[in-house]
């Protein structure tokens, strides 16, 4: 706990340096390199470069200052744990992984960080140690894995060129191939479709890993990486606009007949991160980091008050077995209920002004009526399993075997972290609007689109509220209802695309490592290498003495029959 509270102070400091040094450098519109150079040697020059703008600074100043937070709910939430150090210093490996991968833009250096976040993210997952958390974290690490495989493989391409830097050879290289490398890395790590399933499954790490993963460290980092080299994926990014499009209504809708709390909410991650591609793909990279800020604040208060209402329930994460959570945790229950309208994009809360940019953004632009129909659909799907959420917790009859056994601490750890992000849900969303767009932007669209997301808003707290009803799904005879909440529920199936497959790939492992690894490399690889040679020495050595043998007899007979 003590370890905790240091981290805490530290992190907190660092973030409010990296915002200040973040604003300096917008008002300049500035930036600097650091360059350090470990050895040179003839030609070769082995250094490392980091790249500072307002961009990294005010992203990185937002991640120290949830870790932060984060790390105050973590003395309390898990403070009879007995590996809390361990736990602590994972956390921090973490930030420190995010800080290589922001600041780099070097592909060595990124790949330090990225491959930080996947390794320290699969040691977070299976932190609990049972089979479930077993099978998450390997889902988790062998999809991200793919990521890395591409930045390997951009890495290979680039060898040529003298140097790593992106940026610095960035005339020269094939934006094609460049491109279509960085987008595959980044839809692998946001958890695009087809790489989704894993997202969910990371449910299995303790709430505060939860809090901080999916607010604005891992999942952020692909849509980070599409932001910092955009000049090279744009081409690219403009093609997944209905992939990114799909992913978020299919984790809207599947997020509204869900029953497990912290899935919903990871479900809900997945919807925005949806939402943040789909922008990039429009070439609208302020709001596209805009919205990636806000996320960051309001997901780390939905996962923690999701957490304290989890602790309190015993473990319970069912939310069909909750109710009355406002009388027992008002407090907790008001910052749940605050930050979910921020995900809804309530007016005058942080995720207003994103997500009211953002759809205004994309209606001034034309684009087919399927993806028009998606993005509205995805809004309404976001209000309908927010509103059904607030129902089953706060509206409903106490399920709990007794209200007695509930409360909140008013000094702890978990309380004052809530506090403090529940602030700058509020007020962050305009401060920040009014010192990132200096520039306003100016939208003129009519008043009937002005007023389809208020619209589609009310329509989805409609389906939220009839969705909580439990004998609307028992009245429902209908095969194909039964089998559409069925399609949504499992994320249209996409799970059996990455687990299904496992059996039959593991099967075929286990006939490569029988006939090539323990046969035919046993062999003739390491272990009979050296008796092959030996062989192959002895029959070319008689070999060669034959061939000498033939050539002495063939001159000897020459000799004695020239001498006759």
């Known amino acids: 706990m003590i370890q905790a509270k240091i981290f805490s102070i530290y992190f907190v400091l660092v973030s409010l340096m990296f915002y200040s040094l973040g604003a300096y450098l917008m008002i300049l519109d500035a930036s600097f390199y650091v360059e350090v150079s470990f050895m040179y040697f003839n030609s070769v020059n082995l250094s490392f470069v980091l790249f500072f703008d307002w961009t990294s600074m005010i992203f990185m100043s937002f991640v120290f200052f949830i870790s932060s937070v984060i790390m105050d709910y973590t003395g309390e939430y898990m403070g009879f744990e007995e590996n809390l150090p361990r736990f602590v210093y994972l956390m921090v490996m973490f930030v420190f992984s995010m800080f290589f991968m922001v600041f780099s833009v070097n592909l060595i250096s990124i790949l330090l960080g990225w491959d930080g976040l996947g390794l320290v993210s699969y040691a977070l997952v299976i932190y609990y140690q049972n089979i479930k958390s077993f099978n998450a974290g390997m889902l988790t690490a062998l999809l991200n894995r793919l990521g890395d495989a591409s930045l390997l493989i951009l890495i290979g391409l680039t060898m040529d060129l003298g140097s790593w830097n992106l940026i610095k050879y960035s005339e020269v290289l094939d934006l094609g191939s460049t491109g279509l490398f960085i987008v595959l890395a980044a839809i692998t790590k946001s958890a695009q479709i087809p790489f989704s399933s894993w997202l969910p499954a990371a449910m299995a790490a303790p709430t505060p890993v939860s809090s901080l ?26 093609q997944l606009s209905l992939l990114a499009l799909a992913t978020s209504l299919m984790a809207g809708l599947g997020a509204s007949w869900e029953y497990d709390l912290k899935k919903i909410v990871a479900l809900s991650t997945l919807s925005q ?17 805009f919205h990636l800020l806000m996320h960051a604040l309001f997901k780390a208060l939905l996962f923690m008050c999701a957490g304290a209402i ?61 993806e028009y129909s998606m993005f509205y659909m995805s809004i309404g799907a976001t209000v309908a399993y927010s509103v059904r959420l607030f129902l089953y917790l706060f509206w409903e009859f106490p399920r709990a075997p007794s209200l007695l056994s509930m409360g909140e601490e008013p000094c702890g750890g978990m309380f004052s972290g809530m506090l403090k992000l529940v602030v700058l849900v509020v007020f962050m969303g305009s401060s920040l609007s009014w010192l990132m767009f200096s520039t306003p932007y100016f939208i003129f669209l009519p008043p009937l689109m002005k007023l389809f997301t208020m619209a589609m808003i009310f329509i989805g707290g409609a389906c939220g509220l009839e969705l909580n009803v439990e004998k609307f799904f028992y009245a429902a005879k209908c095969v194909l209802f039964v089998g559409a909440s069925k399609f949504m529920s499992s994320m249209w199936n996409l799970p059996i695309l990455s687990s299904g497959l496992n059996p039959s790939s593991v099967s075929v492992g286990g006939i490569m490592w029988k006939s090539v690894d323990q046969g035919w490399l046993e062999f003739y690889g390491s272990k009979n290498l050296f008796g092959f040679m030996l062989k192959l020495l002895s029959f070319n050595h008689n070999l060669l003495l034959g061939k000498l043998g033939a050539c002495f007899v063939t001159l000897v007979c020459l000799s004695v029959y020239f001498y006759l």
Do not use: W
């Open 213 to 238: 993963v999916h607010s604005s460290t891992l999942v952020t980092a692909g849509v980070y990486l599409l932001l910092r080299f955009s000049s090279f994926s744009q081409g690219v990014v403009t």
């Open 273 to 289: 991160l949806g939402f943040m591609i789909f922008l990039l793909s429009l070439g609208s990279l302020g709001p596209a980091f």
């Open 310 to 370: 989890i602790h309190n329930q015993h473990g319970s994460q069912d939310i069909r077995l909750m109710g009355g959570v406002l009388q027992a945790m008002p407090f907790t229950s008001t910052c749940f209920i605050i930050s979910s309208s921020a995900l809804m994009g309530v007016p005058f809360l942080s995720g207003f002004y994103s997500k009211d940019l953002m759809a205004e953004v994309f209606s001034m632009k034309f684009y087919s009526m399927a």
